[in-house]
């Protein structure tokens, strides 16, 4: 029987989570890192399947982890688990073909963000649902942003008309299997292929709590906002 959350959902939701996390330091592939006691996948799934919308949730983990990760998993949510491929596009497109059909609402969720709400899950799957054939949560940029060339900067940017954007991202499930099947150069994200293809994307407001844990200093400032305590400096 194909695992799924709630037979009433629309929503399908993708998590690349085989990358190895170079800029985390050395270790385990950075789904796998430990936060507050428990992986970052374990978080990020948990949150993910509490998002009323959500049907099932396909993880593309590392292949020789993939034992491991099931079974990690197994407690926390039915999920699909399927090998990852050598970049997060690979990933994401495995993980696109192994969703059972009915859902017709993709989101795409990086396994690193953690702490991101359930409501913010709903927030993307609704304005798909609304109409919108591709949707991505973003934050207003409040740093003053400059151009440079080396050593010497060119020009201050204007911030006003730039974001930061997150994850999920929302997709009409043929809009992203076109433009994965189109894909030639990888794009550090699935709105990036989308747009390639001229199909407009629209924005959601984001969240503080979706950020990324790339690095050292994002996971002791995750541990700190989860637990109140750090196993390293944030000051």
């Excluded at 399947?49 to 039915?78: C, G, K, M, N, T």
């Excluded at 930061?164 to 150069?185: C, E, K």
């Amino acid at each position: 029987m194909t695992a799924q959350l709630n037979p009433r959902g629309d929503v399908a939701v993708l998590v690349p989570a085989a990358g190895a996390g170079v800029r985390l330091g050395p270790g385990r592939p950075k789904a796998l890192r430990l936060l507050g006691g428990d992986p970052l996948l374990v978080h990020t799934v948990r949150r993910v399947a509490a998002a009323p919308s959500v049907r099932f949730i396909v993880v593309a983990a590392p292949q020789a982890d993939l034992s491991a990760v099931r079974e990690l998993l197994d407690p926390v949510a039915p999920v699909i688990v399927v090998a990852g491929g050598a970049t997060r596009q690979e990933s994401v497109s495995v993980a696109l073909d192994a969703v059972p059909e009915g859902p017709e609402i993709i989101l795409v969720h990086d396994a690193a963000r953690a702490l991101t709400p359930p409501s913010l899950v709903e927030s993307v799957a609704a304005a798909v649902r609304a109409g919108r054939g591709a949707v991505i949560p973003v934050l207003p940029v409040v740093d003053t942003v400059k151009e440079v060339s080396g050593e010497v900067v060119l020009r201050t940017v204007d911030r006003s008309a730039l974001r930061i954007v997150q994850t999920p991202q929302g997709f009409r499930r043929p809009v992203l299997a076109a433009a994965h099947a189109a894909a030639s150069d990888p794009l550090t994200d699935d709105a990036g292929l989308v747009e390639k293809q001229g199909v407009r994307v629209d924005w959601v407001p984001g969240s503080e709590l979706a950020m990324k844990i790339t690095r050292p200093f994002d996971l002791a400032l995750a541990e700190y906002l989860l637990t109140g305590s750090s196993p390293g400096t944030i000051a």
